[in-house]
């Protein structure tokens, strides 16, 4: 079982950053594959980025490559996701998921366990 919490989320302004940070419990996050995943209001929740369970191999949405970057610390527990040159459409729940399987997954439904999310709102 693993329990995930994010935090980091706030109101920023058009092309400022935030670095959200999932913290996990259990004592197997280090064998999880790791994914971060956003929900707009009226949409559905979208893939953003994967980090493999090594760290070494991560993997992102188009809409996110060359803006966000998914890093881990398996020492600490603990996944990131730093978001630089945000924009209006950024806007939106982020969550945090975990996979057991060490494969990549850009389906929600292939993810095992969710945090409750933290709100990003990008201001223009």
């Known amino acids: 079982q693993v329990q995930l919490v994010e935090s980091g989320g706030g109101l920023v302004q058009d092309g400022g950053s935030l670095r959200l940070s999932c913290a996990a419990s259990?004592?197997?996050?280090?064998?999880?594959?790791m994914g971060w995943f956003r929900q707009a209001p009226g949409k559905e929740r979208e893939f953003v980025a994967a980090?493999?369970?090594?760290?070494?191999?991560?993997y992102y949405a188009d809409t996110s490559k060359g803006r966000f970057t998914i890093s881990r610390d398996n020492t600490k527990n603990t996944v990131y996701l730093q978001m630089n040159s945000l924009k209006p459409e950024d806007t939106a729940v982020y969550y945090c998921?975990?996979?057991?399987?060490?494969?990549?997954?850009?389906?929600?439904?292939?993810?095992?366990?969710w945090g409750q999310g933290t709100q990003v709102t990008v201001s223009s």
């Open positions: 998921a975990a996979r057991a399987l060490r494969l990549f997954a850009t389906s929600r439904g292939l993810y095992d366990y």
């Open positions: 259990g004592r197997t996050f280090s064998s999880y594959t």
């Open positions: 980090i493999f369970w090594s760290g070494g191999t991560t």
